[in-house]
């Protein structure tokens, strides 16, 4: 269900306009790309375990114990679809030094490679009536690290990021996370909705929101036809489930 939003988008999301950067206002399809474990291999990564690694080090170092850092962590995550905002509303942290010594340790550089695939997918996108953008839970710095790194930071528009300087700042998968995107961006009534995130939970809370065009990213993905919501195990399978986003390649 769609519920106006109460306050002006930017009390809830950051909008990052990178160097390709168009409003949405005249788009009829808007592409959303999370970013984490979404644009690069988890598996082959493990990105993840290393931020799950730096997370609980920033629980250990408020004193707690170690199982009182493994509870909080996951009551945090499960309560507000961040540990940093369970940790902002509980313990006062500053979230940029939690953003330094979580997000931007990590050695990103040695782990990250451009996907010639993928940057070929996303260059056969239509853009004269598509708009493409980053949906991250992320603050800015991490999300403009990555797409630069995998050097789509020319093809991806813009970032809409969790603005950590906010207090009460919203994440996926929070419905006026997406709506506020939408205002953000400046999307029209009537654009359509394209979206993938490696998390289910996201994605079933963007069809509740009615974007239509909603795929789960799931690399352990042997077959997608017994999935009820289209699942693909790598990035260029979009070409396949959006087919109407991209030029033709026919002469």
Not at 27 to 47: F, G, K, P, Q
Not at 82 to 105: E, F, N, W
Not at 148 to 166: A, K, M, P
Request: with cysteine; proline share 4%.
């Amino acid at each position: 269900m769609r519920v106006p939003l109460a306050e002006p988008w930017q009390a809830y999301v950051g909008l990052e306009r990178l160097s390709t950067y168009r409003d949405a206002s005249d788009a009829e399809a808007i592409v959303w790309l999370d970013i984490d474990n979404t644009l690069y291999s988890h598996m082959e990564t493990r990105i993840a375990d290393r931020m799950v690694e730096r997370i609980r080090a920033y629980f250990l170092a408020l004193g707690m114990s170690e199982r009182e850092a493994d509870e909080l962590h996951m009551h945090y995550y499960k309560e507000y679809g961040l540990a940093i905002r369970g940790l902002v509303r509980h313990h006062t942290i500053d979230p940029m030094d939690y953003d330094q010594k979580c997000d931007a340790s990590l050695p990103l550089e040695s782990l990250l490679r451009p996907d010639e695939d993928v940057i070929r997918m996303l260059q056969r996108l239509d853009r004269t009536r598509t708009r493409v953008y980053a949906l991250t839970n992320a603050y800015k710095f991490h999300a403009e690290r990555v797409l630069r790194l995998l050097h789509l930071d020319t093809l991806v528009e813009g970032v809409v990021y969790c603005d950590y300087t906010n207090p009460d700042f919203l994440c996926k998968p929070y419905a006026e996370f997406y709506l506020a995107a939408e205002a953000a961006v400046q999307a029209p009534h009537g654009a359509h909705h394209y979206f993938v995130d490696d998390s289910r939970t996201n994605v079933d809370a963007a069809r509740r929101l009615g974007w239509e065009h909603c795929v789960h990213f799931d690399e352990t993905c042997t077959d997608a036809s017994a999935r009820d919501v289209p699942t693909i195990a790598h990035l260029r399978e979009l070409e396949r489930v959006w087919p109407s986003l991209f030029r033709s390649t026919s002469t």
